[in-house]
């Protein structure tokens, strides 16, 4: 399948489908999350603030961890590491690097970090659904070969018929966008457990998933995207047990509106 990656030009502006797909994920998630935090009593200019260092940390991190991982082959093309167009973020280094700024920022303007994580989970979840189609214009986070007559939905990509992992991706993160907004309805979450509920389910997906990939980033001979995935479902599955047993996850309070986030 021939895709162009570029999806127009403005004179010597060329803007990609990998850079526009991210952008795009990043607007929906400020003006949903804008909305949700003014009725959670959140400042909303605090709230963009923190958004936006946010999301310079996140790209930073993101391209910092696959930039690490894949280090033999950037130590020889040292102008390709900033290089972001041509692909390669790592969503688990976007997650650590997002993760500390979201702390940070909180702590800075005297915002429960907890309520903040469970209202910005669902947009965190639905934007990486959308941001996975920029591999798909990349031609690249593909499995391995496979026979069409045994695979149907299998998609040629660089010489042969393919697992579109980014397409099994994109579809496991709308499953757990959605199960986030049910989560976020039941009277039995507590503050906290959307957040980390979001960690859990995606973490799932991406063990399983990362399997069927030929691209993947290596932690010697284990997938470091699996190993990174069980850290998290085992580290925020032991936090959310932690904070059931000592009684410090809180009642998540009411939210004007139908969707009850935070």
């Known amino acids: 399948m021939n895709i162009d990656p570029v ?18 994920a990043m607007l929906i998630a400020a003006v949903g999350g804008c909305k949700i ?24 991190g993101a391209r910092a961890y696959y930039v690490i991982f894949d280090w033999p082959y950037y130590a020889q093309h040292p102008g390709e590491i900033l290089a972001t167009w041509h692909g390669g973020l790592a969503v688990h280094g976007g997650l650590i690097a997002g993760v500390i700024a979201i702390y940070w920022g909180c702590r ?3 915002i429960s970090f907890w309520q903040f994580a469970d209202i910005m989970a669902p947009f965190m979840i639905l934007g990486q659904a959308i941001g996975r189609w920029g591999n ?6 593909y499995g391995y070969e496979v026979d069409p007559s045994q695979v149907p939905w299998a998609m040629w990509i660089d010489g042969a018929y393919r697992h579109p ?21 039941q009277a039995f979450m507590r503050r906290g457990e959307i957040g980390l509920s979001y960690l ?21 001979p284990l997938r470091a995207a699996q190993v990174m995935s069980l850290l998290l479902f085992t580290g925020a599955m032991l936090v959310l047990i ?7 996850a809180e009642m998540r309070p009411k939210i004007a509106g139908k969707q009850r986030l935070g």
């Not at 999806?7 to 795009?24: E, K």
């Not at 992992?165 to 309805?185: G, H, I």
């Not at 904070?243 to 410090?248: E, I, L, V």
């Open 7 to 24: 999806a127009f030009s403005l004179g010597p502006i060329t803007v990609r489908w990998y850079g526009l797909l991210i952008a795009s």
């Open 37 to 60: 935090m003014g009725r959670a009593g959140i400042d909303e200019d605090d709230f963009l603030t923190i958004f936006m260092v946010t999301i310079v940390a996140a790209i930073a």
């Open 108 to 110: 800075h303007y005297h």
């Open 136 to 141: 798909f214009f990349n031609q690249e986070a």
């Open 165 to 185: 992992t980014f397409l099994y991706e994109s579809c496991w993160d709308l499953l757990v966008f959605f199960a986030l907004l049910w989560l976020a309805r």
């Open 200 to 220: 859990m389910l995606y973490s799932v997906g991406r063990v399983v998933i990362e399997g069927f990939r030929t691209d993947s980033l290596m932690l010697g």
């Open 242 to 248: 932690y904070r059931r047993k000592t009684g410090k």
